[in-house]
């Protein structure tokens, strides 16, 4: 918590036109559930302007809801500064714990630990960005990599932490686990086309991490399988955007400035620049660092990123993500390169050493994070002022913008700078070059529906995971709601569950009859769901139990 004291003293959050009104949009919504009752969210009904939009279906929430009840405690600047905190104090002790199983070393654990916690792409993820799935997959990386390790060169018999690893890092980020399978399978081929074989251990314990893994991850796809995938959703462009030159790179990380892009930090570029002298006699520490160096090179100009930009790397958009891997990598083998300079002195230069290098790290650190709470470029931040406009404008993301306690709630009176209309129907998106604030989008989020085809503006009555309207007519009318239409949305009208058939914009359009219409729309996932969510839960206590049992055994054949 030390670490994040700096930021949280400042009493705003800096930088909210990013991604974070995305991320704090989804906890605003998970909170306003729980204070409710409900412990389940799939779609938006108190934020993302009541759209019914399914940004909890397609994205990961789980390790949101710590930072959602945390809000019953604390007010909402504290309350994600405590969350942000409690991740990056989780992400040194797997740190810790993952290097200690890979080397046995307290030392080299404790420098990977520091390394790789505070990695330059890392702190960009999370302080100054707030590319919060991202920065929560990062958190587990290291144990999904130490379970591959295991797996295929160490001890087979913890191959469970392979399936935890990847578990906890695809309940964090799709995108995150889409590029760690990626690069796990070059390297299960690289590795089968130097030994051209792999041993029945290990192949067995390979399958039953793929098959635990799938499992375990069941009730997070499934709603991808029923109401994303053909179901003509929006889905992100594929591209590579930003891509920095091999120079550009080493120049922008050795200047250690957390505002410059591809910038690996000043400790990791060095690792990368001479590394090798100390890895060289060490063909496994020499792999890892090739690994690291591999990764690093792809993400920049190196790799000809025009010619697959548009196949399936282009899901990448912007190369750099491949950096927290590199950082990793490279961090692994800086701790290896700390620890063989350390092993050479006596205890007591030893220990003075070692205090040096923590006390270096926490000057880095604290200048850093000095950059970010300077109080001039706080001060010169946009206070965030409510929305008075009935236009749903986003916020921009080329202004420097802040808010407080106090004027927090702002933030969801306008539209979030990426990721608002993520999940809409391919229908209900505007046309190119029209801005969300116009067309279809702005009628959808300005709660408009149309009843034959004429516009009035509605005031729905929101619970979770459903959005209530009452309307009344004189006749029979199609009636047009602005809620996104998924495949398991439901509808009932005065009680009654009913049909829907979805409109040309994307939405729900229902039939009514004369009179006072009582109409609620949500969503219900199928049975299956559940019994996915069961079997992952059994899954998981298996799991845990498998570990223990695991590290018990290790320990006792460490004693005898």
Known sequence: MMSVYPLYHTGYITGVASDAAFHFSRVEQIFDNLKRGSLSTFIATDTFHHTGVGSFLFYPTIFLYPWAFLRFFLNPVAAFYSWYGLLVFVSLLISYFSMKSFSKNNLRSLMFAFLYTFAMYKLRLGMLYFVLGEFIASTFLPLAFLGFYHVFWGDSRKWPELV?????????????????????????????????????????????????????????????????????????????????????????????????????????????????????????ELYIYLVGLALLLVSTTFFPWESVKNGILGTIQFPYRLHIFASLMLAI?????????????NNKEKSFLIMCLLVLFAINYVSIVNTVVNPARVESAEYLQPNKSEIIRALDPHK??????????????????????????QSAINSEGVPGYMGKQEKIMQNIMYIND???????????????????????????????????????????????????????????????????????????????????????????????????????????
């Open 333 to 345: 083998s800086a701790s290896f390169m700390l620890e063989k300079m350390l092993t050479r002195k």
């Open 164 to 284: 935890i690893g990847i578990t906890l890092v695809g309940y964090s980020h799709f995108l995150s686990l889409f590029l760690t399978v990626i690069i796990f399978s070059i390297l299960l081929i690289c590795k089968l086309a130097m030994v051209r074989r792999i041993e029945i251990k290990r192949l067995f314990a390979l399958l039953k991490s793929v098959g635990l893994t799938i499992l375990t991850l069941g009730f997070i796809v499934w709603p991808f399988l029923t109401d994303y995938i053909g179901k003509n959703l929006k889905s992100p462009p594929r591209g590579a955007w930003y891509v920095a030159s091999i120079s550009d790179l080493v120049n922008r990380s050795l200047t250690n400035n957390i505002f410059t892009a591809y910038n690996i930090g000043f400790f990791l570029i060095v690792g990368v620049l001479i590394g090798w002298y100390f890895v060289k006699k060490d063909l496994k």
């Open 400 to 425: 420097l913008i802040k808010v407080d306690q106090n004027n927090f709630a702002n933030i969801f009176q306008y539209g979030a700078t990426f990721g608002e209309s993520d999940y809409y129907p």
């Open 454 to 560: 004429k516009p009035k503006k509605v005031h729905p009555i929101v619970e979770s995971n459903k959005l209530k309207y009452v309307v009344k007519v004189k006749n029979q009318t199609m009636l047009n709601l602005p809620v996104v239409a998924y495949s398991d949305t439901t509808v009932t009208i005065n009680g009654v569950q009913s049909k829907f058939v979805t409109s040309k914009r994307g939405t729900v359009a229902v039939k009514i009859n004369s009179g006072v219409n009582k109409i609620t729309v949500g969503y219900r996932p199928q049975t299956f769901f559940y019994v996915l969510l069961t079997i992952a839960i059994i899954i998981w206590i298996f799991l845990i139990y498998s570990v223990s049992l695991i590290h018990i055994k290790g320990e006792e054949e460490c004693l005898n």
